[in-house]
């Protein structure tokens, strides 16, 4: 979806300007919503797909004052209200006023985090057909602008680039963020120069590279 989430190449953000020796959190609040999200999203609810489209789906005026967490524990609750897990009286309240429905895998406990953290979500899924394209194909991203999730910057697409590598087969994030199926697919790593991405005035020794799933890609 096109939205405030997706700012590669825009202007007028200002510049970057990386913070020297950065802590870990900036609040004390900060971890306790990492471990929320973590252990909510650990009971099989949704997916990560999921996940990433409610922070991409708050409104514009928010996501772009709120800090990274901020955003992550909003998205997180309204994931919550979204499964019948939490009811706007609770969160008004901001605690339990009912008991919990069971989930779908029971809620880990403090034990249970470091094998869950280890095993991560792996999503690599194996697909029967071949790759369509190559190593060095030259290719051209679809203009595409779902209402939905994808993971193709809007200013990467109707472009034209080659394929750098063939990365593997995995889920579709177009799909599997909206309960769809996971339909893996080829992806592939492809480049474009800075020229074709922003026009002449880039630098002409700029490229960035891509990983595309093979929906997102035609021929030239």
Not at 53 to 65: K, T
Not at 77 to 100: C, F, I, N, Q, Y
Not at 174 to 194: I, K, L, M
Request: proline share 10%; with cysteine; net charge negative.
């Amino acid at each position: 979806m096109n939205s405030a989430h997706d700012l590669g190449g825009m202007m007028g953000f200002g510049p970057v300007r990386p913070e020297q020796d950065e802590p870990v959190f900036h609040a004390a609040w900060e971890p306790r919503a990492l471990a929320l999200t973590l252990a909510c999203g650990a009971l099989g609810e949704w997916s990560i797909d999921t996940s990433r489209h409610a922070r991409e789906s708050l409104h514009p005026v928010f996501y772009l004052s709120a800090s990274y967490y901020e955003i992550w524990i909003e998205a997180l609750t309204h994931l919550l209200e979204r499964r019948d897990m939490l009811s706007a009286e609770e969160r008004a309240a901001g605690h339990v006023l009912t008991p919990a429905r069971p989930t779908r895998r029971r809620p880990p406990t403090a034990d249970d985090m470091p094998a869950i953290l280890a095993r991560g979500g792996p999503c690599d899924r194996p697909v029967p057909q071949a790759p369509l394209f190559s190593v060095g194909d030259p290719v051209r991203t679809r203009n595409l602008h779902p209402a939905g999730h994808t993971r193709l910057p809007r200013y990467a697409r109707a472009k034209s680039g080659i394929v750098e590598s063939v990365q593997g087969s995995y889920v579709l994030p177009d799909s599997n963020a909206h309960e769809g199926g996971e339909n893996p697919q080829w992806v592939y790593c492809v480049t474009f120069t800075g020229q074709e991405l922003w026009g002449d005035q880039a630098d002409p020794g700029f490229s960035v590279s891509i990983d595309c799933w093979e929906s997102y890609l035609d021929h030239p």
